[in-house]
């Protein structure tokens, strides 16, 4: 299986970016549809985005699409949530996932790491 490690989460501003990482080990990460979900302590837990094997295609909830961008670097076994633009609602813990199925919009994951928070101000 693999192992899932997020960074890159903090307190800005609205209307400033973030950009969350998440390192993977254990096991080939090419082989691994990877996505990022966000989470907000009592609400459900809810996708973001996801990524391909091969970094195309990608999927975006509408809520963040046009200021998130999902990306990946099968080389160094990181995938990343650049985030701009950041609203108040944006504020959750983010998680990152992965799995065999293709990629899609949904929560089906079945590896999960720990989350980074995001906070995001107004």
């Known amino acids: 299986q693999v192992q899932l490690v997020e960074s890159g989460g903090g307190l800005v501003q609205a209307g400033g970016s973030l950009r969350l990482s998440c390192a993977a080990s254990g096991r080939t990460f090419s082989n691994y549809v990877m996505g990022w979900l966000r989470q907000v302590p009592g609400k459900e837990r809810e996708f973001v985005a996801a990524?391909?094997?091969?970094?195309?295609?990608?999927y975006y909830a509408d809520s963040v699409k046009g200021r998130f961008t999902i990306s990946r670097d099968n080389a160094k076994n990181t995938v990343y949530l650049q985030m701009t633009s950041l609203k108040p609602e944006d504020t959750a813990d983010y998680y990152c996932?992965?799995?065999?199925?293709?990629?899609?919009?949904?929560?089906?994951?079945?590896?999960w790491g720990q989350g980074t928070q995001v906070t995001v101000s107004s």
């Open positions: 990524i391909s094997w091969s970094g195309s295609p990608t």
């Open positions: 996932a992965a799995r065999y199925r293709e990629a899609d919009i949904d929560l089906k994951y079945d590896f």
